[in-house]
């Protein structure tokens, strides 16, 4: 099991993965959740904390609070990115992006996409500094990886245990497909849902995926990498159906994938190498 958690990745790996998850959090705040913000403005009798907003206590949503983290968030998180001051700046970024995500949730909706990603700007600062394009193994930087695998698994199985302990049955013999194309689904949508019993049985299938994705743990080599391609694309359909697309929980499975060989700096200077020799 210590071989298993802690299998050595190169300190490469950790590298692209880091400066990934930290330029997706400016992405996040900025594209993909910028109504966040517009809590800054909401009374704050209608703030509801999360279990962990209560225990702690954290503070109730001001204006001055929502602004200054959100600005603090995109600073620390570029030079986050650029691997500098590894600990101090991960802990910080994962401590003021936890408390963005109490205050974006504590309003009646909580997205389950999150959890990877959380984890992931959790283990980060662990391990340390970590150079691009550098091969030395690292146990450290194993761990970090795995523990968000482990995440991104647990993100699918938990959701089929909770659609089968709340829902039950009826959750895959039902319509809840059905009635998220009625609210928010697509004109891809609408031409599935014309074929006789492709919403049920599309219903089977995600609870089985969901339930036997444990099983990427076991498979090697491109194998494994298939079953990654697999996950991708079950949400990419998702988003081209409903719209809805999972984006941090896609930012945390990369640390499946072997980031190291993706150098686009390299990429660009060879090409800017190419071309002033052509010249």
Known sequence: MRRWLFEPVP???IAAFRTLVYL??????????PWVRTHA???GDMYQPLLVGRLLPLPTPTPLLVH?????????????????????????VFALYFEWMIIAMSYGKVDHDRFGFLVALAVLPTVGRARHGDSTPSEAGGWALRATQIAVVCTYFLAAFAKLRFGGID???????ARAIIRRGTDFADLIAQVPYL????????????LLSPLIFVLRGRWRYAGVAFLYTFH????AAIT????????AMTSFLPLEKVRPVEWLRSRAGARVLQT
């Open 24 to 33: 997706f959090v400016v992405a996040d705040l900025t594209v993909l959740t």
């Open 11 to 13: 300190r490469g790996r």
């Open 199 to 210: 919403l049920i049985a599309a219903q089977f299938g995600i609870v089985a995926f969901e």
């Open 236 to 239: 990419l359909f998702t988003f």
């Open 68 to 92: 200054g983290i959100f600005w603090a968030l995109i600073v620390l998180s570029l030079a986050a990115a650029t691997g500098r001051a590894p600990r101090l700046l991960g802990w910080t």
């Open 171 to 177: 959750w895959v013999t039902g319509s809840v497909l």
């Open 244 to 251: 809805i697309s999972f984006a941090p929980h896609l930012a």
């Open 41 to 43: 403005d909401v009374p």
